[in-house]
């Protein structure tokens, strides 16, 4: 029998981590705890309503169905038995490997502030992206049952904490949506007063970009009618709005985009981590004393890498490749390479016709840079059929600046039901 | 002030009587406790994988945004207050109403047996259409994580009670699915070995078609790998599987399209209800004792029209419709006019080219019968955009066999967790 190679999670870092071990003498089998692969840089637009989720989401069993050493397995797993190299999952089944490649990801972190999560959900699954969908539509909804304006200023506020780029994507769109979609829908407001608020922590939006597109980007939000506050520490938030030490805004749609904290799964290995919980890896991604185990994407953490691995999607590619690579030679008796990070540049969409994005020393913005992040998005979409279906949506909504998924699947609650 | 007309319910009876009041001189107000209006006939795809949820539900507020004197609330009417006229929602709030159309339409009947519920979803919302999707779905998982042969086949055994036009629909996707989307996606079992089941109590599918019709219908089923049990009362069903008298049926999903039941809306009237808790109406509408009330749709009972009324949406429009226009003469001190219902036929599909078609005395069956239901479906549907992506969806899936959405959102569970 071949040796078996156990992939946890099927994100970026997984699914190409399965793919390179296609013609390798080896039985793969790729666990992940949903049915499907999901393309994460989009995962916004279903959060806001642009896009329906089954454009965003591949059945993994499809995708692998004619790899023929590669056995998709619906399962969750719970934790690593290093000593018996098997992986126990949550019903307790066990799966023996003879080669383990972790790509569980990364969580959202509320710093310590768990209570927060209920009130500002993340955004990092397909069901997460139903929930903050739910909460933007049905504020407004809310806010058109509601006769007292002064109650009904909290259903039309809009506040997103975090200006990374899913934080600037998501003030951007639930911008366009009130000022735009939802145009005279209304009787009893004009949507296009709703206040869209994007707190960050640092002192400026998108920090891992150059100081001068960062400015750009604040300027076209705020074109847009985001209302953008830098330096401000989030210090509480409940079912009534956000605390922001003295100062306080009154909000019923609150989106966490702040933090990240690594898969747990990591912590069952018994190796040390690093910051947000990731497993520090040697520079060939192997785990320190298990060369048979292997960490990419956001859960692995290359301490010697210098510039650090950035937390997106290239990188877990490029991880998961590698390490599969790697896998490759230690079976052939050849040595493990160590892993090297290729930055093709960044790329940041903050609403209609504009963007800011960096290759090198290159930096663009406005509609030159939009183009650029929507061909690369498209042209990386998984599957030609998601490709196409995503541009017919995307080529009319920018027309018509309609949205194609203003569905809520819920019955009618009493607005307190969601806080 | 013009006279205020409150709709409760936006299926396809509170729609077309909504869009017929546009220029009378009336206040509309719409109720529903979902943000969408529905397009039912084509619910089955969504629960079968085949067409993502916005393709067929179109937010009310974007349909009813350009007709200025209607106003869409997202809400519950939990009861009509007929007394002091007015409709009381999930919130306690009232909604005063000059005019009252009726429209909330039919739920899911289980005759009594209201435990078989939970093991026996049936098809009348998108909530409803996700839990069967992600049931069908699973299963093919959890047999694929299944080493025991035995305890495989309950996973792989489909149960489809009640061989109406939904039922059929239902099953003969089913069989599509395991006999062509997934095959060669799972290394344990082969997918076109799964058991669908369609149970009906009558002597025949299809009861309201012509014999002929039922008959090739039973025959294009039992062709596309359904097994057609005809003439068996189903007596119980729970977490393992369906009795049937004294045969047991071990599967581990069953969908219920077997029975409906009015709305419980129509019972605060306080006047008489007629089979299955419907209103029974006067000949133009109307409810007995109260002409400001009409009822509309799957809640309406016309004793008096023969043939009866079939519950199905061109009579719901009809209805709607006709509503409108009685309102708006008796608004203008015209008498009311009977309804009439005008049948164009009826159409119903049974998979991959095949379906069968009744326009009166005129039969028609297999590909012909399925362009004209996929044409008329097509045309329906509300909303051009809507549409185009069904139609692309689905010239995919028919080349391919390929189902545009797979996707389950949820995370993975131990197997009994549903069932």
Known sequence: MNPRVVILGCGFGGLFAARALARAPVEVTVVDRTNHHLFQPLLYQVATAGLAAPAIAEPIRRTLARQKNATTLYGEAQRVDVAARQVVLENGDTLAYDRLILATGAADSYFGHDEWRAHAPGLKTLEDAFRIRERILLAFEHAEREPDPVKRAPWLTFVVIGAGATGVEMAGMVAEISRHTLKGEFRRFDPRNARVVLVEGMERVLPPYAPDLSERARVQLERMGVTVWLGRQVTG??????????????????????????SPLGATLGTPLGRGGRVIAEPDLSVPGHPEIQVVGDLALLPDHQPPVPGVAPAAKQMGRHAARNIIATLAGRPTR??????????????????????????????????????????????????????????WAYWTFERAARVVDRGARPPESHG
């Open 237 to 262: 938030i409940d079912a009534q709005g956000v605390q922001l030490g003295g100062d306080r805004l009154e909000a019923k749609t609150v989106v966490w985009c702040a933090g990240v904290a690594a």
């Open 338 to 395: 160590p892993f090297r990070y290729r930055d093709y540049g960044q790329l940041a969409t903050i609403g209609r016709s504009s963007a800011v994005a960096m290759f090198g020393k290159v930096h663009i913005w406005g509609w030159l840079a939009w183009v650029a992040w929507l061909t690369a998005h498209i042209y990386f979409l998984i599957g030609f059929r998601n490709r196409l279906v995503v541009l017919i949506d995307w080529a």
